[in-house]
Structures are given as C-alpha cells and as structure tokens.
C-alpha cells in the first residue's frame, strides 16, 4: 500500500473545477509534485513545489497544501485533462520517494 | 533539451537478472544538481518508484526492492543503469528512467516494456 492516498477515479463536467487530493502524514513535511498520464504516454509533470507549473503546462493547473493533503486543482476541465493524476513526495521516513495510487480524471 | 532513452531486453526468464540503461541525450548526466531515477508500471496498475542515483554514485532505493536492486551510473557513456535480481512475473511492468531535481521528475523516457516469463 501506498503511503500517499488520492481517490481512485473523480469526474468533472466539461468547463467546471475539479479538485484532486493527495493525503499522507509525509506532506506535513514536504512538497507533493503532480503528474498527468495519458493511455500508452509516460507521466509528465504538471505542478511540483509550492505551486509551479512547467513550462507549457496551462495556467488552469494549479497547487495547493493543507496539513496532511495536497491538492492539484484544475479550473475549467477541458476534454484533453482527462487521464490519470498521481501525486508523488517523500515517504514517512524522508529518504526515499513515493507515488500515490493515482486518480482517474474523467471529464463529462 | 534533455531527453531520456531506456533500452535493454523487453524478455527476461524467471530467477534471472534484469538490465536496462538510461540513455541521456542533450546535455550532460553530470552537470546540475539532479538525481536520476528509475519508475516502473505494471499493466494497468501505479506508478513505483524503484530507486535513484546521484551522479557522485549515491543511491537512494525502494525499500521493498532494495534486496534486489543496484542503480549505477557511467559519466563516461552519459548513462545510467537498472538491474533487478531474482525476478519473477511481478516484476513485469513498463520501465521508465527520469530526471529528478529536488524530489519532482522533471524529464521521463518514453518507457520501455519488459515482460518475465519463461
């Protein structure tokens, strides 16, 4: 099991705000950075750090943290951002990295 | 820009050792302040972090592979390498190699499959 828990599969209507969480006791501590994975693609990093997005990656993405929870939120779900989100941080322990279980987007 | 190639057998028999290189093009595995790393993903399934190197050869691994793991890397060849021990059909999954730089991983390689069965 995972020490980053995100819900497995959130749905957005087309045009609204989807807020994708990320919870572990490892993000009181450290930053959560987010990657987006399409069907048969390699994950591309859409917001690491506070809240920083690559370039090339829209400004609808963005980052937030509370406590035990990062969140990547994106404003205005477009028909493309649908795909798997994962979180990724440290572990409890600090020096090593872990993915969360990731979440299905779907955009309705 | 830097782009990331992994190649190696996409075949590997049980009990055997699997290899696979990262092939850094664009800029040099040395310069900056990054580790490299390796991620894998089953069919179907997550994302998990195997494991990473520094290029001063400083690793950092997975605890629940770290029995079998060893990450190497050559600044002469611009690489670096993966290899896992004693596998079995659990190991079968899609391999990517990234760059990583304060915890994120900013480039990834495509990815490339590698399936245990005899």
């Known amino acids: 099991s995972s020490e980053l828990t995100q819900d497995p ?14 919870q572990g006791d490892s993000l009181r501590s450290y930053y959560a950075s987010w990657y987006q994975q399409k069907p048969g693609q390699a994950p591309v990093l859409v917001i690491y750090g506070k809240n920083n997005r690559p370039s090339g990656i829209p400004d609808r993405f963005s980052g937030s943290s ?24 440290r572990d409890s322990s600090g020096d090593q990295l872990v993915f969360g279980g990731g979440t299905k987007l779907t955009v309705l | 820009q830097v782009q990331l190639q992994e190649s190696g057998p996409g075949l590997v028999k049980p009990s055997q050792t699997l290899s ?9 595995i040395s310069s ?27 690793t950092n691994y997975n605890p629940s592979l770290k029995s079998r793991v060893t990450i190497s890397v050559d600044t002469s060849k611009n690489q670096f390498s993966l290899k896992l021990s004693s596998v ?8 990517y190699c990234a760059r990583e730089w304060e915890d994120y991983m900013d480039v990834w390689g495509k990815g490339t499959t590698v399936t245990v069965s005899s």
């Open chain 1, 66 to 89: 509370s406590g035990n929870t990062a969140s990547l939120t994106i404003t205005g779900a477009q028909a493309e951002d649908e795909a798997d989100y994962y979180c990724n941080s």
């Open chain 1, 9 to 22: 599969a959130v749905s957005v209507a087309l045009g609204q705000t989807v807020r994708i969480t990320c």
């Open chain 2, 32 to 58: 900056g302040s990054y580790y490299w790393s390796w991620i894998r993903q089953p069919a179907g399934k997550g994302l998990e972090w195997i494991g990473r190197i520094y290029t001063s050869g400083s």
């Open chain 2, 20 to 28: 696979l290189t990262c092939t850094v093009s664009g800029g040099s």
């Open chain 2, 88 to 95: 079995t059909a659990a190991d079968t999954a899609v391999y």
